[in-house]
């Protein structure tokens, strides 16, 4: 049974392919900012002093104030001080309340930008990481839920299916926590792959087969 998990482990990561989490991490951004008053707290705010020149630089691409000379006609995200009025697609921006922004942004694109943000600013990083655990917990439990059904009331006919059965279920989950390793080392702006981050993906296999046994 041990060598039968590991062949299916293995089929599994054969599908996984980490190229995928890295294109979605370095998708092109333009972030407009339109705030007359404090454009340079939100800057700060979005790339503070910790951040690298190397970062900075790469970061200068990304970060457009609205309506400046140069600055690209349309945003993919569009920042507005408050209380100023704003486009039903801009997200507000309180300096009293700079978080809150943060959550506005990803609760609104997470699904086509959450990574990218986070790779690129240090202040998405939390709150994204945070949901990708949240995500990848709530689809393994419905996987897991959705595959013990049958055996709520077991029967003759279901019972000798039991072992295969949990060895394939296991080795779904595990594959879903090593795509969960690539996409926490995406958003924290690490490497991503299989020899970038052979201990994670190593700990995650140990730990699977230690629960299965």
């Given at each position: 049974?041990?060598?039968?998990?590991?062949?299916?482990?293995?089929?599994?990561?054969?599908?996984?392919?980490?190229?995928?989490?890295?294109?979605?991490?370095?998708?092109?951004?333009?972030?407009?900012?339109?705030?007359?008053?404090?454009?340079?707290?939100?800057?700060?705010?979005?790339?503070?002093?910790?951040?690298?020149?190397?970062?900075?630089?790469?970061?200068?691409?990304?970060?457009?104030?609205?309506?400046?000379?140069?600055?690209?006609?349309?945003?993919?995200?569009?920042?507005?001080?408050?209380?100023?009025?704003?486009?039903?697609?801009?997200?507000?921006?309180?300096?009293?309340?700079?978080?809150?922004?943060?959550?506005?942004?990803?609760?609104?694109?997470?699904?086509?930008?959450?990574?990218?943000?986070?790779?690129?600013?240090?202040?998405?990083?939390?709150?994204?990481?945070?949901?990708?655990?949240?995500?990848?917990?709530?689809?393994?439990?419905?996987?897991?839920?959705?595959?013990?059904?049958?055996?709520?009331?077991?029967?003759?006919?279901?019972?000798?299916?039991?072992?295969?059965?949990?060895?394939?279920?296991?080795?779904?989950?595990?594959?879903?926590?090593?795509?969960?390793?690539f996409l926490l080392g995406a958003a924290s702006d690490r490497p991503v792959g299989y020899r970038e981050q052979k201990a994670e993906v190593a700990s995650v296999i140990a730990a699977a087969f230690g629960w299965r046994a």
């Amino acid at each position: 049974m041990a060598l039968k998990y590991l062949r299916q482990i293995g089929d599994a990561i054969r599908h996984l392919d980490p190229a995928e989490v890295r294109e979605t991490a370095e998708r092109p951004l333009r972030i407009g900012i339109y705030a007359p008053y404090s454009a340079a707290f939100i800057e700060d705010f979005l790339v503070p002093a910790s951040v690298s020149d190397a970062k900075r630089r790469e970061l200068a691409g990304v970060l457009h104030r609205i309506g400046e000379p140069g600055a690209p006609a349309q945003f993919d995200i569009e920042i507005y001080e408050e209380p100023l009025p704003r486009p039903p697609h801009a997200v507000g921006f309180a300096p009293h309340r700079p978080h809150d922004m943060v959550r506005a942004v990803l609760d609104r694109y997470e699904s086509d930008f959450g990574l990218a943000l986070a790779r690129c600013f240090p202040v998405f990083r939390r709150a994204a990481a945070e949901k990708i655990v949240r995500n990848v917990a709530r689809e393994n439990t419905l996987f897991s839920l959705a595959t013990a059904l049958p055996d709520i009331v077991p029967s003759v006919l279901t019972l000798p299916w039991a072992g295969a059965q949990f060895a394939s279920d296991t080795a779904f989950l595990t594959m879903n926590q090593i795509r969960m390793v690539f996409l926490l080392g995406a958003a924290s702006d690490r490497p991503v792959g299989y020899r970038e981050q052979k201990a994670e993906v190593a700990s995650v296999i140990a730990a699977a087969f230690g629960w299965r046994a």
